[in-house]
């Protein structure tokens, strides 16, 4: 397999290979973490510089389409289930549980019923299994933008987060072009649009002529993503996955019953998901049914139902996290290189 | 005392009749939050607007002075205690208690040392009790700008704090002045620096001229602060606390023991602190006498102590509210004017 994979960044190599040895990974990861408080290394100094031009980019990009930030929420009485395996983080407020936002998901349909063009940076919290330590991609604690977009289809949106990553590669490149090359061996420049597009399906097709049996429904694991991933130079989209593998928020198309229209972005080289977004449900009845569908208690999401009782606009937008994204700008080798106080599943540290 | 509150706003004086009668207050505001959802008023929707103008300001303003700005920390295992009667939120982190921050000011020392000039748009939870239902100045969830200036006196922060201020209100009035006036009938204008400042004894002489004994060594109450903000049509600060009413992390003036080299900047009309700031202590043994002085546990610090074993950078720092700071741009009767989804103590809402 590892022969085909001709794409993986030299740094995504370097992961694989220092997670081969788990209790070797485990000890680095926990000197690195516990000492976090100590920024010496230039390597880290530029990484936050070039951190907050990639969160100055994605606000003059998303301002100049007539999109509004709003400052999200932190906590609330519910939050996103969706998220693969995590366990929410919860307070006591005034003797009732509230979750820390794992996303803010029903918040940016509120506020794009409201405002139509929205975007947050929004502060999120998933308690991720152990086994995410070992995957370079999961941090506890990270920062997502979050957008949203009254009466837009899944297609716009794709094409938004297309303009959104070049404008930050253009910004980034123009600033620190020198250090980038220098200090994180990287270059990069502007990927030709549209990015290509591959169904759901045809995902599974490609995994099972590398010899890999994803089950149809379920979501698509960081393994495979991963993989995937590394057999492209250029950003793409994976589209319509199935009812099922998503959260309820996700619109099933209409007209093909049992497919979301909804999609994620991936990094090439093996950087794995950028991005996932959707259409979403937006009628009361529907989206009871799909919570019901998927275990979740109609009581916890009392505000968001409510809500929707009274009606709210259709809409579609995604979320990109910060630190994947600034993992593979600068070519690091997992996210808790992009972030100077990392949260890792079950290890402590700042 | 009410004739001589001359400068107090319109919007102030009715939050003051409000609250004199409590019941019908909370009935309002329990109301106004269990349907906070639903935006449909036009003055939220340009509060909102407006808010994106002035975190848009701040941001030019800083980075324009050489601040970088850094994602701030969401969770951790120590936050700033030094919340006036307010209680921290706590989440089990894989079997320990982590805090959701009430504030990162330990973290801001952190990222100073590292890099000079920085800040954080910061999330911010404090479980306020439930007597700051009534002042119009509490939020439970809210963001700071939380700024930190390696090497830099309070006098200095205190500038930048006057300049910061009046860029916001250039910019709000360059881009809102018509509606500002026409929805909020607030007009605004740059105000002349420097600012008044104040020493923490003479606010004590004002307050017993108007026939209140404030006890010396004590912070100053938000009613006091108010009354104090309602006599001034011009912002301005009151400096020098004494030890033992602020957090261990302000710094006891070498040259003036039992006096902090600190800050708190108030707004004019009534409406009360904006900021909060200081230099900070930054010497090992010199914390670790402050927090067992003020009966902190030091083993929850330990990271942190831990820091300043190996040294750090002194520095000055402020933090200033976001939701405050558009409650008097747009002169509000509340900070949960200024919020699309206002948490306030022991009230549900999404």
């Known amino acids: 397999m590892e022969t085909k994979l001709l794409k993986i960044h030299e740094s995504v190599r370097e992961l694989r290979k220092l997670r081969s040895d788990k209790e070797k990974y485990l000890k680095?990861?926990?000197?690195?973490?516990?000492?976090?408080?100590?920024?010496?290394?230039?390597?880290?100094?530029?990484?936050?510089?070039i951190q907050a031009t990639i969160l100055s980019a994605i606000r003059e990009y998303l301002d100049s389409k007539g999109f509004v930030e709003i400052l999200p929420p932190i906590i609330g009485p519910a939050s996103d289930p969706g998220i693969r395996g995590a366990r929410q983080a919860v307070i006591d407020f005034y003797g009732r549980p509230y979750k820390v936002m794992s996303s803010a998901i029903l918040y940016k349909q509120m506020m794009a019923t409201a405002l139509k063009k929205i975007y947050f940076v929004s502060p999120n919290i998933r308690l991720e299994p152990l086994e995410t330590i070992y995957t370079g991609r999961h941090l506890v604690e990270f920062f997502q933008v979050d957008i949203e977009w009254a009466r837009a289809t899944y297609f716009q949106v794709m094409s938004l987060a297309e303009g959104l990553l070049n404008h930050v590669i253009k910004r980034v490149t123009e600033e620190h072009q020198k250090t980038l090359e220098e200090l994180f061996h990287r270059s990069l420049s502007i990927f030709p649009t549209p990015f290509k597009k591959y169904s759901y399906i045809e995902v599974l097709k490609i995994l099972k002529d590398l010899g890999i049996e994803a089950k149809y429904g379920e979501e698509i694991s960081w393994e495979c993503e991963e993989l995937i991933s590394a057999l492209h130079d250029r950003p793409f989209f994976i589209i319509d996955y199935p009812l099922g593998s998503r959260g309820f928020y996700d619109l099933e198309d209409p007209e093909r019953p049992g497919i979301l229209r909804d999609f994620d972005m991936l990094y090439p080289e093996g950087f794995g998901e950028a991005i996932s977004g959707a259409e979403r449900e937006y009628q009361y009845h529907r989206v009871a049914k799909r919570m019901l569908d998927s275990g979740e208690k109609l009581e916890e999401y009392s505000w968001y139902l409510n809500m929707l009782k009274e009606g709210i606009e259709p809409s579609a937008g995604f979320g990109i996290g910060v630190e994947r994204l600034t993992r593979f700008i600068c070519g690091l080798r997992a996210v808790w290189e992009a972030r100077p106080y990392p949260k890792v599943a079950g290890l402590f540290s700042p």
Chains 1, 2 share one sequence.
């Open 28 to 49: 680095l990861l926990e000197s690195k973490l516990s000492k976090s408080y100590r920024i010496k290394d230039e390597k880290t100094k530029t990484m936050i510089r």
